[in-house]
C-alpha cells in the first residue's frame, strides 16, 4: 500500500523515487516486519497465556525433560509472525503482482490450519489436535488454488515447465502434471517445517536462513540480466517475493527474541504451517522446488526420519533412532537443547550455501 502511495509521488517529489527501488523496499519490509513482530511480541504473549492457561500441551512419549521445561509456555507465536509479515508485504510490495497474492494465500490459508489444530489441542488440553485427514485435505484445497494462481500468473509457457539445477537450459514439461507435483511441493514443505518445530529456535531460524536464500533466488530469477548470466529460467515478476521473503525474516526474527531458549511462546503448528507452505510456494513460482529439497535439507532430514521410523517399526517392530523427529533422538542421547539447535542451525547454512552454489555450476 505504501509502495503505491509513495511511488506514484516520484513524479512531483524527486526523493520519493526511492521507493521504486526493489532493494530499498526490501530493506523497509524487512525492518517493519521485525519492528512489528518485536514490540507487539509481549503483548501477544501476555494475551496468550491470559487465554490458554496451561499453555501447549506436552507430549505424554516425549522427552521427559519437556514436562518441566516447557509446560505452561503458550502457542499459537506463529499469530505473531504472520502479523509482521503480512504487514511487511502489504505496506512495501507491488500488490499488482499475482505471485504475492499467492504467497499470501498459503501462508494465511495454511496458518488458519494450524490455528484450528492448536486451538483443538488447547481446548482438548492434549497433543492431538485437528485430525491428519482433515488437515491433509485442507492444505490440499488451499494448495490447488495457489497452484492455480501460480500457473496463471507464469502463463502457458512456462507455468508448467521443471527446472533442474545444474544443468544449463533444462527444463521439463510436465504439463497438468505440475498441478499435483506443486501441490506436494507446498504440502510437504508446511509438514516437514512443522515436524522440525520441537524445540526452542530450531524451526524459525532455519526458516530465516531458507528465506534469506530464496530471497536472492528470486530476485536474481526476476532480474532478466543476471538471470541470463547464470543461465537461470528467467520468470518475469518474481522479483518482487524479495519483499514477501524479506518480511519473513523480520518477523521471524522478531519472533526468535521471545523463541530464544528458554522459549516464552511457541510457534505452534499456526506457524511452521504457514512458513512451510510459504517456502514451497517461492520454490514454485521460482522453479527451483528442486534446490528447496537442498536449502531445506534439515527439514527433509527430520521428515524422513519420522518416515523411517514408522517404516521400519511396522516391518520390523524395531526403532531405528531412539524416537523421532531426529532432534529428539539426540535429546534422548543427552545432548543438551541449545546443542542441538545451534548444531542444526549450521547445518541449515551449510545446505543453503549448496544451494545457492547451484545457481553457478551449470
Not at 491470559?50 to 505424554?60: A, E, L, M, Y
Not at 509482521?84 to 488458519?112: K, P, R
Not at 545432548?335 to 553457478?360: D, Q, S
Request: aromatic share 12%; proline share 3%; glycine share 12%.
Amino acid at each position: 500500500m505504501l509502495y503505491h502511495l509513495l511511488t506514484s509521488l516520484s513524479d512531483d517529489y524527486g526523493f520519493f523515487n526511492v521507493f521504486n527501488y526493489l532493494t530499498f523496499r526490501t530493506g523497509a519490509s524487512l525492518f517493519t516486519a521485525f519492528v512489528i513482530s518485536f514490540l507487539f511480541g509481549p503483548k501477544v504473549i501476555f494475551m496468550l497465556k491470559n487465554k490458554q492457561k496451561k499453555g501447549q500441551p506436552i507430549r505424554d512419549d516425549g522427552p521427559e525433560s519437556h514436562l518441566l521445561t516447557k509446560q505452561g509456555t503458550p502457542t499459537m507465536g506463529g499469530f505473531l509472525i504472520l502479523l509482521g509479515l503480512s504487514a511487511g508485504t502489504l505496506l512495501w510490495a507491488d500488490l499488482t503482482n499475482q505471485y504475492v497474492w499467492a504467497c499470501l494465500l498459503i501462508t494465511s490459508g495454511f496458518g488458519f490450519i494450524g490455528f484450528l489444530d492448536d486451538y483443538a489441542k488447547i481446548t482438548r488440553s492434549s497433543s492431538d489436535g485437528v485430525s491428519g485427514k482433515v488437515k491433509l485435505l485442507l492444505e490440499i484445497v488451499i494448495s490447488l488454488g495457489a497452484v492455480y494462481l501460480i500457473i496463471d500468473a507464469a502463463g502457458p509457457d512456462i507455468g508448467t515447465m521443471l527446472a533442474l539445477p545444474f544443468l544449463k537450459d533444462t527444463m521439463i514439461n510436465l504439463g497438468w502434471f505440475m498441478v499435483p507435483f506443486s501441490m506436494f511441493v507446498l504440502v510437504g514443505a508446511s509438514n516437514s517445517v512443522n515436524l522440525t518445530d520441537g524445540l526452542d529456535g530450531l524451526a524459525i531460524m532455519p526458516v530465516i536462513i531458507a528465506s534469506g536464500t530464496f530471497a536472492i533466488i528470486a530476485y536474481l530469477v526476476g532480474n532478466v540480466v543476471f538471470a541470463d548470466y547464470l543461465n537461470l529460467t528467467y520468470v518475469t515478476g518474481t522479483g518482487e517475493l524479495s519483499v514477501f521473503l524479506a518480511a519473513i525474516i523480520g518477523a521471524g526474527l522478531g519472533f526468535l527474541w521471545f523463541n530464544a531458549p528458554p522459549a516464552m511462546i511457541f510457534m505452534g503448528d499456526t506457524g511452521s504451517l504457514a512458513l512451510g507452505g510459504a517456502l514451497g510456494a517461492v520454490s514454485v513460482i521460482t522453479k527451483h522446488e528442486i534446490v528447496l529439497g537442498i536449502v531445506g535439507g534439515l527439514f527433509v532430514l527430520e521428515t524422513v526420519s519420522v518416515i523411517v521410523q514408522v517404516a521400519s517399526y511396522k516391518l520390523t517392530g524395531k526403532r531405528v533412532f531412539r524416537m523421532a523427529p531426529i532432534h529428539h533422538h539426540y535429546e534422548k542421547k543427552g545432548w543438551a537443547e541449545p546443542t542441538i539447535v545451534i548444531r542444526f542451525w549450521i547445518i541449515a547454512v551449510l545446505l543453503a550455501l549448496v544451494g545457492l552454489a547451484t545457481l553457478k555450476l551449470r
